[in-house]
Each structure stands twice: as structure tokens, then as C-alpha cells.
């Protein structure tokens, strides 16, 4: 789509239907529509396919759908807000608004390429607007590299892209560090913000369309989680088969719940270390992919996932803290799969976080002293930090 000048009035965009070519294939809708709108914030995106204005194949879409070949997207009118002028007015000589001035507020700097700087040396408009210190977060967490793929071993508390409030995730954050391949690099499967470990993003369209292909049929993909849970772990090995509905909003925020309704989603639990009456370490297969799916398996089964403010016991959570546990106890520990084109295997391994590393070292100490009364390790206070 070509981009419209803008003037002191707002224009608005045509409905136009656009059929899906090899380039977009595969891409989520939301980074459709952010290369086809560069100047029209995320949230305003989000809201639009919220209340059904794009659609798919004539349907309506959630924002996270994966677009095929062939696929048609209605493309709603969108209304562009004029350029508002500042007491700086525009950078001297050039005509164009001043660094800084976007459309609209928290927009600076918008999506058109580059940016001017007082000097008159231009800087790529992404990497202006992803603080430098993601960046550097997002690319020394890169596990593995190679001409497909990038593997992150993401810390909690980063979302995996941006939006629902967030500007900025972990994609974002790689397609600045990496402006020669923005428009290729896309996120394989999602991880929750505070859940840490293996994320894959593929470097070329070609190679996620294999891989969600893969995803989808289930075929060869083994994904492996470390959970501590609460309580003493009785059940064995155990696969917990239930569905899940995952568009439920409780004070409008999105809540899963167990329900026959739901869609499928099937968990893999295996006890791997146990500490008394207190918790226990368990390893989870995923053979779906549901939003939430091992949180909500785990409180189903019981043994709600420590440290979770959603689905978790409060009590709990405020017990492990005497621990040093200050985030959710769920970590993506490994992933592998075979490539369908060469058919060698691919197998990527994430160490266990030294934040979560303490809390077993300080529950296996209590275990060990066989004294549910031990004192376990103190937290350090926020002072000095």
C-alpha cells in the first residue's frame, strides 16, 4: 500500500481487499497490518480487528491468526491524524517535522523509514523507538544461531511482541537490532511474558511456514517445561487431557478456564524432584499449544504452578517468596524437532534461570535437613539492589 501524504487534515484510508502473497504467508495478522498502516499505533490496530473491521476470508479474526497463500483481508477505512506541529517546528531547511513529532502522542518517530536528527544524519526509525536496553537484553539472550533460525532464551517478564499496552517485545527488539531482515523475522510460537526459556524465530518466510506447519500437525515437535508446583506430586507420570477455553475475560482481562466446550489441550506431567509436603519439580510435554495451557492443567490437577498471580494460591506464592521465588516457577527448557525438508533433528536446551536455580538450592536444602521448619534463604531487601 502506498503511503498517503498527510496534511493539517486527517485523511482517511479506503476499504480494500488484499490477497496474501508469499511474502506474507504465514505472518501474523497484527504484523500484516502494521506493514500495511507503518503510522497508525498498535493499539488502534488491536482495536480495529477487536470489533471485527478486518476480516479474513470474510470472517472475523483475532489478531494473532496466521495469515496463508491466498488468504483475503478486508482492510477497513482507517483514519490517518494530521502531523501536530511543536514549538520546534521542523528541523531547519528540510520542510519535514521535527525528530520527536508523530501523529499522535507516544508515536514519535513513525515507521517511514528514518528519522532526522539535528544534525541532518538520519537513524532507522525502529531502533530509535526500541530502548537500547532491550535490545541488548533481547540479543545477549540469543542461545543458538544459523541461516533459519534465531533462538532466544527469553527472561520473564519480556513479552514475546509488542501490544495490549506494551510497545515493545522481543521481536520488535530483533527486527531493530537487525534492519536488513525486519520484514523476514517472525516468532514461531508465543511464549507468556513471565514465563522464561526457548523461543524460536524464524529468519526467512520459507522456514516458518515449515515450521508451523509442523506445529500444526503436531508432527516431531517436542517442547519440554520446568514447573515447580505446590505440594507433594502423588500422581506419577501424568497426561492431563482437558480442554480449554481461552476467549473468556473476566474485569476484561483474558482468563482460561477448563470447560468441555473449550478447545483440545493436552499436558504431559513427570515428578522430578520432590521437597516434602512443600512443592515439587515436575517436567511438562506439551502436545498443544493452548494460552495458559500448563497453568491451568496444573491448578486443575491441584498443584497450581508457584508463584502465578492468575491461576496460582496466594498463600503459596507468599510462603515461596521466603524462598526468593519473585516470579512465576515455569521455564521453556528445551525444544527439539525435525526439519521435514532435510530430516535431521533440531534440539535446543535452556539452563535454568540462577533466580529460579536458588529457590531449589534453598528448598533441596530444607529437604535435605528434613526439617519442614528449617529456615530457608533470605531475600534480599530492595535496598542496595
Known amino acids: 500500500m502506498e503511503k498517503q501524504g498527510l496534511t493539517n487534515k486527517s485523511e482517511q484510508t479506503a476499504v480494500r481487499r488484499v490477497t496474501v502473497g508469499e511474502d506474507d504467508a504465514g505472518s501474523r495478522l497484527d504484523r500484516f497490518l502494521t506493514r500495511r498502516y507503518p503510522d497508525v499505533p498498535k493499539s ?6 477487536r470489533k471485527g473491521e478486518v476480516r479474513v476470508n470474510g470472517k472475523r479474526a483475532d489478531i494473532d491468526t496466521r495469515l496463508a497463500l491466498g488468504d483475503e483481508v478486508r482492510l477497513p477505512p482507517v483514519r490517518l491524524e494530521p502531523i501536530e506541529p511543536t514549538a520546534a517546528g521542523a528541523v531547519a531547511g528540510s520542510g519535514a517535522p521535527a525528530a520527536g513529532v508523530g501523529r499522535r502522542a507516544g508515536s514519535a518517530g513513525a515507521a517511514s523509514g528514518s ?6 544524519a538520519t537513524r532507522p ?3 530509535s523507538r526500541v530502548p ?19 533462538v532466544i532464551n527469553k527472561p520473564a517478564g519480556l513479552a514475546v511482541h509488542g501490544g495490549s499496552g506494551l510497545s515493545f517485545g522481543v521481536i520488535e527488539a530483533l527486527r531493530a537490532a537487525r534492519p536488513d531482515e525486519s520484514d523476514k523475522l517472525e516468532l514461531v510460537h508465543r511464549l507468556d511474558r513471565d514465563t522464561s526459556g526457548v523461543l524460536l524465530v524464524a529468519r526467512k518466510p520459507a522456514v516458518l511456514r515449515m515450521l508451523h506447519a509442523g506445529l500444526r500437525e503436531g508432527d516431531g515437535f517436542e517442547k ?14 501424568k497426561r492431563i487431557d482437558a480442554p480449554l477455553r481461552t476467549d473468556l475475560r473476566v474485569g ?5 478456564k477448563v ?3 473449550g478447545k483440545s489441550a493436552t499436558s504431559d506431567f513427570r515428578p522430578v524432584q520432590g521437597f516434602g509436603r512443600i512443592a515439587s519439580l515436575l517436567e511438562v510435554s506439551i502436545l498443544t499449544g ?5 497453568r491451568v492443567h496444573a491448578a486443575y490437577a491441584g498443584h497450581p504452578v508457584a508463584g502465578d498471580p492468575k491461576y496460582g494460591d496466594f498463600e503459596f506464592n507468599k510462603e515461596m517468596r521466603k524462598y526468593g521465588l519473585e516470579r512465576m516457577f515455569l521455564h521453556a527448557s528445551s525444544l527439539s524437532f525435525v526439519w521435514p525438508d532435510r530430516g535431521t533433528e533440531f534440539s535446543v536446551n535452556a539452563p535454568l534461570p540462577p533466580e529460579l536455580a536458588q529457590v531449589i538450592d534453598a528448598l533441596s536444602s530444607v529437604s535435605t535437613r528434613g526439617r519442614r521448619g528449617a529456615r530457608p534463604v533470605r531475600r534480599r531487601s530492595s535496598a542496595g539492589r
Open 44 to 49: 488502534r490496530l488491536f482495536r480495529i480487528v
Open 224 to 237: 519440554r517445561y520446568l514447573a515447580l508446583v505446590k505440594g507433594s506430586w502423588q500422581l506419577g507420570k
Open 132 to 150: 537500547a536496553s532491550l535490545i541488548a537484553t533481547v540479543t545477549g539472550a540469543i542461545l543458538h544461531e544459523d541461516e533459519r533460525l534465531l
Open 252 to 256: 476484561g482481562e483474558r482468563t482460561v
Open 115 to 120: 528519522v532526522s536528527s539535528g544534525s541532518g
Open 290 to 294: 493452548r494460552t495458559h495451557q500448563i
Open 259 to 261: 470447560q468441555s466446550s
Open 125 to 127: 526509525a525502529g531502533r
